[in-house]
Each structure stands twice: as C-alpha cells, then as structure tokens.
C-alpha cells in the first residue's frame, strides 16, 4: 500500500525558517509535490522533485531523499500570510495519480 | 490563467437523493481527478480520467460514480447520497506524460448530506 507521514501541526514565529518534513513509503515512486492550502481554499502548486537534492524557489526549498523515502519544505522568513496548511503528496506510476499525506497545519505567529 | 471550475460551493441534499458535482477546466487538460477531503483523513482519491470516456477508480470508489463525455468536463455522481459522503469535494486536472505536471485545483464543494 501507499503511506505518507508528516506533522499534524507546527508552529513557528514571523521571521524564522521552518522545516516541515515528510516520509513515504510507495510503490512506483516517481516523484514528490509539495501543496501549499489556506482554510476553505484549493491547493496551490509549491515544489516537485523527482531526483535527489535541494529545489530551491525563493524563500520556499524542497528536498527529497530517494534512498531514505523522505523529503522536507523549508521555508525561510516565515510571514503571516505562511500560515495555512502544507500537503506532501507521491507521485506513483506512469501517470499523474498522487497519494496525500494528511497535511501539516503551519501557525505563524508574531 | 489557468481555470478550474467547479458547479456549486456549497450543497445540501437529503438522504438518498441522486447528486451530481460538475468540474470543468480550461486548460485543454488529458488528466482529471476528483477527490474527498475530511479533517485527519487527507485527500483522498475517488475517481480519475486519463482521457474522455475513460475512468478508473482511486482508493475510494465505493458509492461514486463519475462520467467523461468531453475533455474539459468530470462529472461525479453520487447515486444514493448518504451522511458518510458529507465531505468537501475537490476536482484536479493535470497534463499527461512524465514530469512534474502539478494538478490545478477547483475551489471545492462543500456538500452536506442530511
């Protein structure tokens, strides 16, 4: 079967870097997305990595270990506006089917 | 900018009522998706399409049925609505092929079962 473990929650203060991470154990694993969701809106596209190594996207980076099923996002000068809820999502098969994690729920605070 | 669009916000139906959930994407998409989000429990996948009239099941198909009859439209069909299926539903599309082509999502409907 297809599992994926992250945080249920974290907190963090404006201004300082926090690093939210994410294991998965799939089969057919073909790459790793990070999802970035406010309460009641859809998720938005953040990161995708399918090689080992760092992405990095501004104040947002992402890695993946393939070896070690395990990938993190770090984001830097956390805002207010950081605070929402950051979903790890697998990649599997040739297609473009994804499995979820059940998201972590990111508070920024002053 | 790229569009995905989803019938109604919010739904109430009753218990045993037909429902029908509309998701349409403009961005020529051959992937579309169509999952359940609950609280704890994540996104989980119902239904998919890699192309029109074709579907396949996701991890939790029972009680759903979905319709493709044009490339831009995924229907999901809730034959005998029931409380377990007060969730909110959110449609995806995607390109086909290898790569990272992230889902775009629709803004979800909220949907209520009574």
């Known amino acids: 079967g297809q599992n994926i473990d992250q945080p249920t929650e974290m907190t963090a203060t404006e201004g300082a870097i926090v690093q939210i991470n994410c294991t998965y154990q799939t089969s057919g694993f073909n790459g790793l997305f990070w999802y970035q969701q406010h309460a009641g809106e859809a998720p938005t596209f953040l990161s995708y990595n399918v090689l080992d190594g760092l992405e990095e996207k501004g104040r947002f980076s992402s890695f993946l270990s393939r070896s070690k099923g395990y990938s993190y996002l770090l984001l830097k000068e956390l805002q207010m506006k950081d605070s929402a809820s950051y979903l790890c999502a697998a990649k599997t098969g040739g297609g473009n089917k994804l499995t979820f994690g059940t998201g972590t729920q990111l508070k920024v605070e002053l | 900018d790229v569009k995905v669009t989803q019938s109604s916000r919010y739904l109430v139906k009753r218990t045993g009522e037909k429902v029908f959930l509309e998701c349409v994407q403009d961005?020529?998409?051959?992937?579309m998706f169509w999952y359940r989000q609950d609280p704890g429990l994540g996104l989980r996948l119902i239904y998919f399409?890699?192309?029109?009239?074709?579907?396949e099941k996701g991890d939790i198909p029972e009680g759903y049925s979905v319709s493709r009859e044009k490339k831009e439209r995924f229907s999901l069909i809730l034959e005998s609505a029931s409380t377990n299926q007060t969730s909110m539903y959110l449609c995806a599309s995607s390109f086909q092929g290898t790569g990272g082509n992230e889902q775009f999502f629709g803004p979800g409907t909220r949907l209520t079962v009574l």
């Open positions: 961005m020529d998409h051959e992937n």
């Open positions: 399409s890699y192309d029109v009239k074709m579907k």
